[in-house]
């Protein structure tokens, strides 16, 4: 059984039959570190399961690259708006470090839902997972302190914390290079 099987049976149990449908409809794609998974402004034809790496979404701003997501090993990308609305992406996704992704394109995705309905329990688990996520990034945002967010980066995203420049951990964190630079000393 392979690494997304057994994520996606863990979300809810999987037909035999549907079993077999993803492994073949699942396609192996390997990125090197900074290249684009999804590009900003084209459509996200796709979700991947992170079998090995990470990934960021930046976003443009007039000074900068806002960092708004990370995704780790075993993680999911799935961007419910592009890939089910057909909206573009406001957000370009990079490879971190070198990927293996295990990908289903949306026209694999849709006949998946349509003949394996049970399926729509995995997804629904996804799609909730990563509503979960930006909430929880809104609140830790909202109503934490500067260090308490840096902490909370440091134990959640650790595996990354060198992967990524400190402007990138800044703006994700919504706080200023230098408040950064000032909590890195702090909490070394």
């Known amino acids: 059984m392979t690494p997304f099987i057994?994520?996606?049976?863990?979300?809810?149990?999987?037909?035999?039959?549907?079993?077999?449908?993803?492994?073949?409809?699942?396609?192996?794609?390997?990125?090197?570190?900074?290249?684009?998974?999804f590009p900003r402004g084209k459509i996200a034809h796709k979700f991947c399961f992170i079998e090995s790496g990470s990934l960021a979404a930046y976003r443009p701003s007039e000074e900068k690259n806002i960092a708004t997501r990370f995704w780790l090993e075993n993680q999911i990308v799935f961007c419910t708006d592009s890939l089910v609305n057909n909206q573009p992406l406001i957000e370009k996704i990079v490879a971190l470090e070198e990927c293996k992704l295990n990908c289903i394109s949306f026209n694999k995705f849709q006949t998946i839902i349509t003949q394996h309905i049970?399926?729509?329990?995995?997804?629904?688990?996804?799609?909730?997972?990563?509503?979960?996520?930006?909430?929880?990034?809104?609140?830790?945002?909202c109503t934490s302190t500067y260090e308490d967010r840096y902490l909370y980066f440091r134990k959640n995203y650790n595996k990354i914390f060198n992967l990524i420049s400190a402007e990138a951990i800044a703006s994700s964190l919504n706080m200023s290079g230098?408040?950064?630079?000032?909590?890195?000393?702090?909490n070394h």
């Open 6 to 37: 057994q994520f996606l049976t863990a979300l809810h149990p999987l037909s035999p039959a549907a079993t077999i449908f993803i492994t073949n409809a699942t396609e192996t794609i390997y990125l090197n570190r900074g290249e684009t998974l």
């Open 118 to 141: 049970h399926f729509c329990n995995n997804i629904l688990k996804i799609v909730a997972n990563e509503q979960i996520h930006y909430m929880e990034w809104t609140f830790l945002i």
């Open 178 to 186: 230098s408040k950064l630079s000032r909590l890195r000393k702090m």
